[in-house]
């Protein structure tokens, strides 16, 4: 809850109120684990702080940690995307907890290693990751769009194909520009 921050104790009262009579969790979102199927996850840096995107030499490290990560636990990636404060992969996979424990890991270590690096134990680095069960094709559709545009939207970049730190560019290729071009508009 990045907003949680700005609140003012009221707020913060009533928030934590609501989230009870709601039965939601106090402080994590709850996971989902519907057996072999498409997710949206979604993992962001604690504050929204760009600890991914220090340098590009670990924005490098960091993608390649993740897809190797994911590929572990996952028949697919679909898409992905890694932003200075956030990340996005599109997977299919049969084990949910397998694939949030594995990220879980590799939060872990990129924590440990990080706050060493800067040398600032102690530090929180992540949030917590959430994934979005794929309903159907066209939630699929909408999903791998918004992880290709993503450094667009947040202004990293012109076209998807400009960000170095995503599979925009192998997509584009497998399925070519003008069926990239046509599935956007559509």
């Not at 104790?9 to 402080?27: C, I, N, S, T």
């Not at 949030?100 to 060493?116: D, E, F, V, Y």
């Not at 992540?126 to 769009?145: G, K, M, T």
């Not at 003008?178 to 559509?186: F, G, K, P």
């Amino acid at each position: 809850m990045y907003r949680w921050r700005k609140m003012n104790d009221a707020e913060r009262a009533a928030e934590m109120k609501r989230r009870q009579v709601a039965r939601l969790p106090m402080h994590s979102p709850r996971h989902h684990d519907g057996g072999r199927r498409v997710y949206l996850i979604t993992a962001a840096c604690y504050e929204h702080r760009p600890h991914i995107g220090f340098s590009d030499q670990r924005m490098d490290a960091f993608s390649e940690l993740l897809k190797a990560g994911v590929t572990e636990c996952c028949e697919r990636i679909d898409a992905w995307v890694v932003l200075p404060n956030h990340y996005h992969v599109l997977v299919l996979t049969g084990s949910l907890p397998d694939l949030l424990k594995s990220l879980g890991k590799i939060h872990g270590r990129t924590s440990h290693a990080w706050n060493g690096e800067e040398d600032v134990r102690g530090r929180k680095v992540w949030f917590n990751a959430l994934e979005r069960p794929i309903q159907n094709d066209r939630h699929h559709v909408a999903a791998l769009q918004y992880i290709h545009h993503n450094p667009v939207k947040h202004g990293y970049a012109r076209k998807w194909t400009d960000w170095q730190w995503s599979g925009a560019a192998e997509y584009i290729e497998r399925i070519g520009r003008d069926e990239a071009e046509r599935r956007w508009r559509e």
